[in-house]
């Protein structure tokens, strides 16, 4: 570094966005982020630029080539890299000072201790059954998670204590269920349900090639991923984490919302009698469109 590092100087220009009080707050705060790839490698550079103090962060995988379309500490030199190692390294060269905890695939084992000391939790993961294991270690330790649908659309959802759980809320046949127990079936038919509300709930089946769609949604081809669509929902995801820490009620809930960048609009949920009256009809859709009878 050309200057010392200061980290009054590094968050300075916070300064209107958050008061210095608040700054300090941020700077104290220690988050859990499982999944530093896609959208919770966007969160985490974003809070790590915002000026949270400490994580903990977890991921199994490494870069490949398929990652340098969206996922920010995709680069030529991290190929092949272990991506929290990696992402961990990209932290302490924007913010020396900053304590970062890196895990493997031991951190859900360590869930009720990394809940215990983090109250906000960030899901940047699509293994369902580790994120079922989440969300409930997550209530028993009164933490919050800060989550997103596998959607077409940017979305983000905020998932209190006393919240149902996502298996409860959308009918996973996960429940009664020990996540290790948790098979094949099991995460094929929870990804549907997802992927039913999602068709419910947003506009997302217009911003999409549907064909594609259908063969992601049947297994046969990688879930679809772009970086305007990733990395605006690690932003929405970051802010909320940011509003947590500080205290500040946001307008999101366990329901969540979906930004739509193509009108633009903000779209909610359906109320629930709205929601029971159209979901046999995307239900109908939905098995049309995977070629189903």
Known sequence: MTEPFSYESFTTRNLGFVSAQEQERLRGACIFICG?????????????????????IADIDRFETSNLNRQ???????????????????????????????????WIEQLPAIAARCAVLVNGMDDIAAGVQLYREAKLAGATVIDAYMSPLPSVT???????????????????????AIDEADRRAAMLR?????????SSRHHVDLAVAAEVAAGRRSRMSFAPM????????????????????????????????????VERPWPAPVAALLRPFVARALARMMGSP
């Open 194 to 202: 997802e992927i039913e509300h999602v068709m419910l709930h947003s």
């Open 230 to 265: 990733v990395i605006t929902t690690g932003m929405m995801m970051a802010y909320e984490a940011i509003a947590l820490v500080l205290g500040k009620r946001s307008g999101t809930d366990c329901r969540g919302w979906f930004f739509n960048p193509h009108k633009p609009a």
């Open 72 to 106: 920010v500490f995709a680069h030529a030199g991290t190929l092949g890299l272990g991506k929290a190692e990696a992402a961990a390294e990209a932290a302490r060269q924007i913010n020396p000072e900053i304590a970062v905890e890196v895990l493997g695939a031991e």
């Open 36 to 56: 530093v790839g896609g959208m919770g490698g966007a969160a985490f550079m974003a809070l790590v630029r915002a000026g949270i103090g400490h994580f903990i």
């Open 158 to 180: 905020v998932v209190r204590p006393s919240d149902p759980r996502p298996e409860e809320r959308l009918g996973f046949p996960t429940l009664g269920k020990d996540w290790r």
